[in-house]
């Protein structure tokens, strides 16, 4: 019997360009790169080049609502990069940097899976090229900054520590450090204060790194950074600490996109990595418009299920980025069908055609969300062994009753061969010329009118409710000048409502907006809906437990 072999075993089995060779591919020179080894290299900013970005094609690839495992976004989005340049098309894929929380944590990596993923895997799961240690510097950094500013009598801006909204970050899940109290120890060790950390991706210097459109755009939104409110109601920022070109300092080589390569030897830049549902989801605009300057077609992923990730690529960062996408396609699974029709978790492998029928409802209202977009998806059909012939069939039926094509996606097992029909269904759907993206609302329209728009058009939510510290909270917004910011929702992954249980496509629900934050850096307004973690925990048996390390150094278990 043929042994299965693991994600990590496909990736150090496989045979590695040096990254010059990679950068040929795209008539990059090789004097251009700042080399980080012989298998990375850092992109210059001064490659991106926005005629260029007009001439070439954008696809986005995003998901069903999924089960806590994923669908395979990541995996089908490099498998589509492989398949489009098999059959001739000149692609490369832009995706975000994982976490180290979720590699030890409970979901793994995020480098693809099986024959798509990128190279190499196990540095781009672990510490990579630093982007994440910088950014958690500067953001620790402001940390540091502020209590500084508590402590001091020069320079005093007379900062109240019960207003501070600033967290440090680490990328690691700790739930003990959610919430603590810092200071303590006599006057020598700074004012007594409550604190908390977030882990790295839901920084708000995250979220600026990956909407900043130049350095000089970067340390400005920086330097917007909400920090508090003086004992006289004035708010503070980061700028009044001076703190915005320090943490830009920081950040100097972390704004430069990443270039790798996929297991079958094709361009992938891997950049920035904020998760979708408390933060947008998406990778940097450096680096969508870097692959845009320079391959004819970009396929790029956004996190979660469409209603998260996928609207705020759409409403948020291509606005803001001035991005067109011209296709979409959207990764289903007959698993994730079966858990929206009611199966239980350990039944996720067994076929059945009356789960399927049940959950395509979920499939459904993304497909029909993403058309009010203006764009027609595709949907991937992500193959696992235990999909049935019948529940395949059925899906492709059904989405071709709405004219949208299903295509089984094979990228896993096969890489670019099991592709190239989904490869070939994109690139006709962009050549219809039928698709014309347009956002969802206008930014300039009040916050509440944007937050309606979107619970009811692509939750399908009857309305929203606030409550007292919402409204408060709108308040604030209002005097802070934050009304015309787009909308970053904060809400589970699990279900189009904010409760995890109502699966496949509920109705007759409303949403409530607990609280609001904002990122008055980053430039979006978040809505909190529910109680949403910002520093995970680790599950009883966390990942790590598996991973081994050899004396050659030689790793295995990371997946």
């Known amino acids: 019997m043929t042994k299965v072999l693991s994600d990590i075993e496909i990736a150090q089995a496989a045979t590695m360009q040096h990254i010059n060779s990679i950068a040929k591919k795209l008539s990059i020179d090789e004097e251009e790169l700042e080399l980080y080894g012989k298998y990375k290299a850092k992109l210059p900013l001064h490659l991106i080049d926005e005629e260029k970005i007009k001439q070439n094609h954008l696809i986005l690839v995003t998901a069903m609502t999924p089960t806590p495992a994923g669908e395979g976004k990541t995996t089908t989005s490099i498998?589509?990069?492989?398949?489009?340049?098999?059959?001739?098309?000149?692609?490369?894929?832009?995706?975000?940097?994982?976490?180290?929380?979720?590699?030890?944590?409970?979901?793994?990596?995020?480098?693809?899976?099986?024959?798509?993923?990128?190279?190499?895997?196990e540095d781009i799961n672990l510490h990579f090229t630093g982007d994440f240690s910088a950014i958690e510097k500067a953001n620790n950094l402001l940390s540091a900054l502020i209590d500084n500013n508590l402590q001091n009598k020069v320079g005093n801006l007379g900062i109240d520590p019960r207003t501070i909204a600033w967290k440090r970050v680490m990328d690691m899940n700790d739930r003990a450090l959610r919430d603590i109290t810092i200071g303590l120890g006599g006057t020598a060790n700074g004012i007594p204060r409550q604190d908390g950390f977030n882990i790295t991706p839901a920084s708000e210097v995250m979220a600026i790194l990956c909407m900043s459109e130049n350095f000089e755009d970067l340390k400005t939104r920086l330097g917007n950074i909400y920090v508090g409110l003086t004992f006289d109601k004035k708010p503070v920022f980061a700028r009044d600490l001076k703190a915005e070109n320090a943490m830009a300092i920081l950040l100097k080589d972390a704004v430069k996109p990443n270039l790798v390569q996929t297991i079958e030897g094709n361009p992938a830049i891997i950049h920035g990595g904020p998760f979708a549902n408390i933060?947008?989801?998406?990778?940097?605009?450096?680096?969508?418009?870097?692959?845009?300057?320079?391959?004819?077609?970009?396929?790029?992923?956004?996190?979660?299920?469409?209603?998260?990730?996928?609207?705020?690529?759409?409403?948020?960062?291509?606005?803001?980025?001035?991005?067109?996408?011209?296709?979409?396609?959207?990764?289903?699974?007959?698993?994730?069908?079966?858990?929206?029709?009611?199966?239980?978790?350990?039944?996720y492998n067994?076929?059945?055609?009356?789960?399927?029928?049940?959950?395509?409802?979920?499939?459904?209202?993304?497909i029909e969300n993403i058309q009010k977009f203006g764009l027609n998806p595709v949907v991937a059909i992500n193959s696992f062994f235990s999909d049935s012939d019948e529940e395949i069939k059925f899906i492709q039926e059904k989405c071709a009753a709405i004219n949208v094509q299903a295509i089984v996606a094979k990228g896993w097992a096969d890489g670019g061969n099991g592709m190239t029909d989904l490869a070939k269904a994109v690139v006709t759907e962009i050549e219809s010329g039928k698709n014309n993206f347009k956002p969802l609302y206008d930014w300039k329209s009040s916050i509440t009118s944007k937050i309606e728009t979107i619970a009811k058009e692509i939750y399908g939510a009857d309305g929203v409710d606030y409550s007292k510290q919402a409204l408060s909270d709108l308040n604030k917004m209002d005097q802070l000048g934050l009304n015309e910011l787009p909308i970053c929702m904060a809400k589970t992954q699990k279900s189009f409502s904010d409760n995890d249980f109502l699966l496949a496509r509920p109705t007759g629900f409303r949403i409530t907006v607990r609280e609001f934050e904002f990122a008055?850096?980053?430039g979006f307004v978040i809505p909190i809906l529910g109680n949403m973690m910002r520093m995970p925990g680790l599950p009883a048996?966390?990942?790590?437990?598996?991973?081994f390390i050899d004396n050659d150094g030689k790793i295995s278990g990371l997946s």
Do not use: W
């Open 79 to 121: 498998g589509l990069t492989e398949g489009l340049n098999k059959i001739g098309k000149q692609a490369t894929v832009v995706l975000r940097e994982p976490s180290l929380g979720p590699v030890f944590g409970i979901k793994g990596g995020a480098a693809g899976g099986g024959y798509s993923q990128v190279l190499p895997m």
């Open 279 to 347: 933060a947008q989801g998406t990778n940097t605009i450096f680096a969508t418009k870097m692959g845009l300057s320079l391959s004819k077609f970009v396929v790029t992923e956004a996190g979660f299920g469409a209603d998260l990730g996928a609207e705020k690529f759409l409403d948020i960062k291509c606005v803001s980025g001035g991005l067109k996408p011209e296709a979409v396609v959207v990764v289903a699974t007959i698993r994730a069908l079966r858990h929206h029709g009611g199966s239980p978790k350990e039944d």
């Open 520 to 522: 008055a850096g980053a």
């Open 541 to 547: 048996i966390p990942a790590s437990e598996n991973m």
């Open 350 to 366: 067994t076929p059945s055609l009356e789960r399927v029928q049940k959950g395509f409802a979920n499939l459904e209202k993304h």
